[in-house]
């Protein structure tokens, strides 16, 4: 169902609109304590190692008792209410968009809107269209999750108001340049390896019936998410550093800090102090948090199109009969 399919003509642009967005609320709130921990862990400049005393994050479970012991509970949902109107508002516009594109391709081209290579470049034009709409809320989402205490940012107005004054419009669209550079490739081997194994699915089980379906979405979106997060991770790095830029008294906390001045200068520093493996830092989490989050976001979209679908042929129904 994901992409436009004309033997099944059921959900508008509108509903998978719809659907978009509801299948990035309900994802965020489960996978939000994993995109905390991705978060420090991709800032934090000393090595993620026991072996480093100067690091404050040694690996998943240590970081998970530390931010517990002194920031609590809530601190796994730090930048929430941005974080909801990021995937609520990704969502919406990727899923249109992408629902939009493949639907333009089958009209005015001969590709086949099912194909592989159509939903790459459709899904990476999509997600490319998406995170331009929402990008200034994924700057405010990254930097409440940074922060430490005391707090810089009491709450969204104060952390809008304040970056505004104090750095100016631009600041909004701080680290876009690597994010649309890593997005197309990463939203393109999402769409395409959700395909092909959703068809390669089909193979191996023809006759699979549809109370396996919904695993099946899961599963498949969860592989495509682990395969794509692992192939273009080092352009995530390099956004959310360069998205913390003139915030760096709200990290002293956390370890040393750097200023970049690009994203070509950005690279060198890390290369230069961190080794390759900086480019790498948070990977864990990140991939643990690629293949829940793309997983359930298939798994939701697609089942919310389906009731979408259900609930328009039981309307259908009674008017046929009369």
Request: proline fraction near 4%.
């Amino acid at each position: 169902m994901v992409g436009y399919d004309p033997e099944a003509r059921c959900v508008s642009t509108v509903e998978a609109a719809a659907a978009g967005s509801a299948s990035g609320l309900v994802t965020r709130v489960l996978v939000s304590p994993l995109d905390v921990l991705k978060i420090r862990f991709q800032l934090q400049i000393e090595q993620l190692s026991s072996r480093n005393p100067r690091a404050k994050y040694h690996g998943i479970l240590q970081a998970v008792q530390r931010i517990f012991q002194e920031e609590g509970l809530v601190a796994f949902w730090k930048g929430h209410v941005p974080a909801q109107f990021l995937s609520v508002g990704y969502g919406a516009v990727q899923f249109m968009a992408f629902e939009s594109l493949t639907k333009l391709v089958h009209n005015v081209t001969s590709y086949n809107a099912r194909d592989s290579f159509v939903h790459f470049v459709c899904g990476g034009l999509a997600a490319c269209t998406a995170t331009v709409a929402v990008q200034p809320v994924d700057t405010l989402r990254t930097r409440f999750a940074a922060q430490g205490e005391p707090k810089i940012y009491h709450n969204l107005r104060h952390a809008v108001v304040t970056m505004y004054q104090t750095e100016g419009p631009r600041t909004f669209y701080r680290g876009l340049t690597p994010t649309i550079v890593a997005i197309f490739p990463y939203a393109g081997f999402q769409f395409s390896f959700y395909n092909i194994l959703q068809q390669f699915s089909e193979w191996v089980l023809p006759a699979e019936g549809k109370n396996g379906g919904n695993v099946k979405n899961l599963v498949c979106g969860s592989c495509a998410g682990i395969i794509s997060k692992t192939l273009t991770y080092p352009f995530d790095v390099f956004k959310k550093r360069l998205q913390v830029g003139g915030f760096e008294q709200a990290r002293a906390a956390f370890g040393q800090v750097r200023t970049y001045r690009g994203l070509l200068d950005c690279m060198r520093q890390i290369l230069r102090e961190e080794g390759p493996g900086g480019f790498f830092k948070g990977l864990s989490p990140s991939l643990l948090k690629a293949a829940v989050s793309t997983g359930l976001v298939f798994f939701w979209y697609e089942l919310f199109c389906s009731m979408l679908c259900a609930l328009k042929s039981t309307d259908s129904t009674p008017r046929k009969e009369g």
